[in-house]
């Protein structure tokens, strides 16, 4: 069976990559599966273990870390959240093509790990866009507000980093660019 | 009718937008034509005039330019290049997409005169790889091939001035992007 492929959708926090994601995740051709995080932040209302998130104490996390048993992990607003590297080759290796929907720091920790990751890079229009989105769905103080403005404002530069970058504009265009790069790389490993 | 979309192809010389184009332009979904570029260069061996350019002296160039007959235009190594203004509106009238491939230079121009031209800036998978593909394909001397370096290397510098970034690491997946783009603007059209 060919291998499935490891797809990274990242950039900065507010881009939208969640609205682009449910775009195109439906789509039978790209032949999607998700990898579970784990994380130490508290389950939201209706979330469950093992399906929206491995939760998981510090403690754990950290071992884990210390194992090697994470592709990609970060602290984010004083939480762990990271990337089960046991979990990602389970499900390739069933010839799934993983999506991962993380975080800057953690995306650029699975291109050194993972040199043929298909890594796909969100921009905002603008610097102001990305602001107005941050502020216009948020319902938190304005000092993680300011935390999360210099976030973006840093990740923007790791830019170079990534093998394709798609624009915001338009998040049904974005999601058929994502959709386009996808099915040629699967065309590509088809043809090896 | 609808009117056609002004779609703009460009990147620094030896990017291998002729390449990209060969891929997609013959798709009829895309409705695509060319605007017949004016310039006074001499005709190449099989070049036909009203076909491939509208061949012209420099006196007659420089007379449609003060008279504002031109969408964009741009001297390089000697020569004058430029758009009639004249024939691009027709063609849109006529309901066709008008692909333009020009200069960086130029592809400004007519984003200042055409806000809703669909930009398109293809880019080098890296600035050695460009020098590689100038190299390459170049019969010229050392000292054209430096101009055309140094030329390129400014050129990437106008990325921002771009609403699409496209990446030519492998050309079948830039023209599949192109592709997307332009029609994802068709039915925006429609919509509209």
Redesign the interface.
């Known amino acids: 069976m060919q291998r499935g492929l490891l797809i990274i959708l990242s950039g900065p926090s507010g881009v939208g990559k969640g609205t682009i994601r449910k775009y195109f995740e439906t789509d039978e051709r790209l032949n999607l599966t998700y990898s579970t995080s784990m994380t130490t932040r508290k389950p939201r209302a209706g979330e469950v273990d093992g399906r929206d998130y491995f939760f998981s104490t510090r403690e754990d996390f950290e071992k884990a870390i210390q194992e090697g048993g994470l592709l990609e992990w970060a602290e984010f607003v004083g939480n762990y959240y990271g990337t089960p590297l046991k979990e990602v080759n389970r499900l390739r290796d069933e010839g799934k093509n993983v999506l991962l929907e993380i975080e800057v720091q953690g995306a650029i920790q699975v291109q050194e790990k993972c040199p043929d990751a298909i890594s796909i890079f969100i921009i905002p229009p603008s610097m102001e866009e990305l602001e107005r989105r941050i502020r216009g769905r948020s319902t938190e103080p304005e000092e993680i507000i300011q935390q999360r403005l210099a976030k973006a404002s840093n990740e923007m530069k790791m830019v170079s980093q990534y093998?394709?970058?798609v624009?915001n504009?338009?998040p049904?265009?974005a999601a058929?660019?994502i959709?386009?790069?996808i099915l040629?790389h699967v065309e590509?490993e088809e043809n090896k």
Do not use: A, G, Q
Request: glycine share 0%.
């Open positions: 093998k394709y970058i624009c504009d338009d049904k265009l058929e660019l959709k386009t790069i040629r590509l």
